[in-house]
Protein backbone atom coordinates (compact mmCIF):
# COMPACT_ATOMS: atom_id res chain seq x y z
CA UNK A 1 0.00 0.00 0.00
CA UNK A 2 1.29 3.32 -1.15
CA UNK A 3 1.43 6.25 1.76
CA UNK A 4 -0.02 9.85 0.68
CA UNK A 5 1.67 12.67 1.98
CA UNK A 6 -0.56 15.70 2.47
CA UNK A 7 -0.13 18.58 0.04
CA UNK A 8 1.00 21.85 1.36
CA UNK A 9 -1.24 23.92 -0.82
CA UNK A 10 -3.71 25.64 0.36
CA UNK A 11 -7.37 26.52 -1.04
CA UNK A 12 -8.72 29.82 -1.27
CA UNK A 13 -11.83 30.25 0.42
CA UNK A 14 -12.61 33.36 -1.32
CA UNK A 15 -14.97 33.06 -4.26
CA UNK A 16 -14.52 34.55 -7.58
CA UNK A 17 -16.30 37.87 -6.53
CA UNK A 18 -14.15 38.45 -3.35
CA UNK A 19 -10.81 37.76 -5.83
CA UNK A 20 -12.17 40.29 -8.12
CA UNK A 21 -13.22 42.94 -5.71
CA UNK A 22 -9.95 42.75 -4.00
CA UNK A 23 -8.09 43.16 -6.99
CA UNK A 24 -10.43 46.24 -7.55
CA UNK A 25 -9.48 47.49 -4.22
CA UNK A 26 -5.38 46.93 -4.92
CA UNK A 27 -6.02 48.75 -8.70
CA UNK A 28 -7.96 51.82 -6.89
CA UNK A 29 -4.92 51.75 -4.50
CA UNK A 30 -1.83 51.84 -6.88
CA UNK A 31 -3.63 54.11 -8.76
CA UNK A 32 -4.41 56.98 -6.14
CA UNK A 33 -0.30 56.31 -5.60
CA UNK A 34 0.41 56.85 -8.70
CA UNK A 35 -1.68 60.06 -8.54
CA UNK A 36 -0.19 61.43 -5.50
CA UNK A 37 3.31 60.73 -6.59
CA UNK A 38 3.55 61.48 -9.81
CA UNK A 39 2.00 65.07 -9.38
CA UNK A 40 -0.07 63.07 -12.66
CA UNK A 41 -2.01 66.65 -14.29
CA UNK A 42 -5.92 65.66 -15.06
CA UNK A 43 -5.32 67.65 -18.48
CA UNK A 44 -8.04 66.08 -20.11
CA UNK A 45 -11.90 64.62 -19.60
CA UNK A 46 -10.25 61.35 -20.94
CA UNK A 47 -7.46 60.50 -18.04
CA UNK A 48 -10.66 61.79 -15.71
CA UNK A 49 -13.04 59.62 -17.34
CA UNK A 50 -10.54 56.27 -16.80
CA UNK A 51 -10.02 57.21 -12.97
CA UNK A 52 -13.99 57.36 -12.09
CA UNK A 53 -14.64 54.52 -14.16
CA UNK A 54 -12.47 52.43 -11.88
CA UNK A 55 -13.82 54.36 -8.78
CA UNK A 56 -17.40 54.32 -9.27
CA UNK A 57 -18.66 51.72 -11.52
CA UNK A 58 -20.50 48.64 -10.51
CA UNK A 59 -21.72 50.57 -6.92
CA UNK A 60 -25.23 49.26 -6.33
CA UNK A 61 -26.19 53.00 -5.06
CA UNK A 62 -26.08 56.14 -6.29
CA UNK A 63 -22.33 57.91 -4.56
CA UNK A 64 -21.55 61.23 -5.11
CA UNK A 65 -17.73 62.15 -5.51
CA UNK A 66 -15.44 65.20 -5.76
CA UNK A 67 -12.21 65.20 -7.34
CA UNK A 68 -10.56 68.68 -5.49
CA UNK A 69 -7.28 69.47 -7.40
CA UNK A 70 -4.86 72.57 -7.21
CA UNK A 71 -4.62 75.27 -9.76
CA UNK A 72 -2.70 72.77 -12.29
CA UNK A 73 -5.50 70.15 -12.02
CA UNK A 74 -3.12 67.87 -9.83
CA UNK A 75 -5.19 65.45 -7.62
CA UNK A 76 -5.16 67.20 -3.92
CA UNK A 77 -7.84 64.14 -3.13
CA UNK A 78 -10.62 62.04 -4.40
CA UNK A 79 -13.56 61.87 -1.69
CA UNK A 80 -16.83 60.26 -1.59
CA UNK A 81 -19.36 62.96 -0.09
CA UNK A 82 -22.73 61.49 -0.17
CA UNK A 83 -24.37 58.14 -1.06
CA UNK A 84 -28.03 57.59 -1.91
CA UNK A 85 -29.99 54.40 -3.30
CA UNK A 86 -30.61 52.96 -6.28
CA UNK A 87 -31.74 56.19 -7.72
CA UNK A 88 -30.96 59.25 -5.48
CA UNK A 89 -28.62 61.09 -3.83
CA UNK A 90 -29.00 63.75 -1.90
CA UNK A 91 -26.06 66.27 -2.11
CA UNK A 92 -25.63 68.87 0.48
CA UNK A 93 -23.67 72.65 -1.56
CA UNK A 94 -22.18 73.58 2.04
CA UNK A 95 -20.85 70.25 2.50
CA UNK A 96 -18.85 70.41 -0.77
CA UNK A 97 -17.80 74.06 -0.27
CA UNK A 98 -16.63 73.37 3.19
CA UNK A 99 -14.81 69.82 1.81
CA UNK A 100 -13.11 72.40 -0.68
CA UNK A 101 -11.88 74.73 1.28
CA UNK A 102 -10.91 72.38 4.44
CA UNK A 103 -8.20 70.91 1.47
CA UNK A 104 -7.47 74.41 -0.08
CA UNK A 105 -8.91 73.07 -3.61
CA UNK A 106 -8.50 76.08 -6.63
CA UNK A 107 -10.95 73.69 -8.54
CA UNK A 108 -13.47 70.90 -8.41
CA UNK A 109 -14.52 67.93 -11.03
CA UNK A 110 -17.99 66.60 -9.54
CA UNK A 111 -18.75 62.53 -10.28
CA UNK A 112 -21.52 60.26 -9.62
CA UNK A 113 -22.61 56.95 -10.69
CA UNK A 114 -26.07 55.76 -12.27
CA UNK A 115 -26.60 52.37 -10.69
CA UNK A 116 -29.17 51.62 -13.83
CA UNK A 117 -26.88 51.78 -16.32
CA UNK A 118 -27.72 54.77 -18.09
CA UNK A 119 -25.11 57.96 -17.76
CA UNK A 120 -27.73 60.43 -19.02
CA UNK A 121 -27.71 63.43 -17.33
CA UNK A 122 -31.53 64.10 -15.14
CA UNK A 123 -33.05 67.36 -14.60
CA UNK A 124 -31.60 67.09 -10.97
CA UNK A 125 -28.09 66.61 -12.05
CA UNK A 126 -28.15 69.41 -13.71
CA UNK A 127 -29.99 71.59 -11.19
CA UNK A 128 -27.31 70.28 -7.82
CA UNK A 129 -24.19 71.03 -10.93
CA UNK A 130 -25.36 74.26 -10.97
CA UNK A 131 -26.27 74.99 -7.37
CA UNK A 132 -22.46 73.40 -6.57
CA UNK A 133 -21.30 76.08 -8.97
CA UNK A 134 -22.80 79.27 -7.76
CA UNK A 135 -21.60 77.97 -3.98
CA UNK A 136 -18.02 77.42 -5.31
CA UNK A 137 -18.09 80.74 -7.03
CA UNK A 138 -18.63 83.00 -4.02
CA UNK A 139 -15.02 81.12 -2.64
CA UNK A 140 -13.70 81.79 -6.10
CA UNK A 141 -13.28 77.35 -6.36
CA UNK A 142 -13.85 76.23 -10.15
CA UNK A 143 -16.45 73.86 -11.19
CA UNK A 144 -14.10 72.04 -13.86
CA UNK A 145 -16.65 69.21 -15.14
CA UNK A 146 -19.13 66.78 -13.47
CA UNK A 147 -19.31 63.34 -14.65
CA UNK A 148 -21.96 60.44 -14.77
CA UNK A 149 -20.62 56.93 -14.53
CA UNK A 150 -23.02 54.53 -16.19
CA UNK A 151 -22.32 50.75 -16.65
CA UNK A 152 -21.08 51.34 -20.78
CA UNK A 153 -20.40 55.10 -20.47
CA UNK A 154 -19.23 58.05 -18.68
CA UNK A 155 -20.92 61.31 -19.93
CA UNK A 156 -19.08 64.62 -18.80
CA UNK A 157 -20.67 67.94 -18.64
CA UNK A 158 -18.33 70.54 -19.72
CA UNK A 159 -18.02 68.20 -23.03
CA UNK A 160 -21.98 68.56 -23.63
CA UNK A 161 -21.83 72.09 -23.05
CA UNK A 162 -23.95 71.98 -19.65
CA UNK A 163 -21.42 73.89 -17.16
Not at 56 to 68: K, N, T, Y
Not at 78 to 98: L, N, Q, W
Not at 115 to 141: C, F, H, N, Y
Amino acid sequence: MKTVKPSNEMYSTETAFEQENQLIAEAKHLLYARLKTRDQVFSSPHEVRDYLRLQLAGQQREVFSCLFVDSQHRLIEYREMFAGTIDGCSVYPREVVKAALQVNAAAVIFAHNHPSGVAEPSQSDRSITQRLKEALSLMDIRVLDHFIVGDETVESFAERGLL
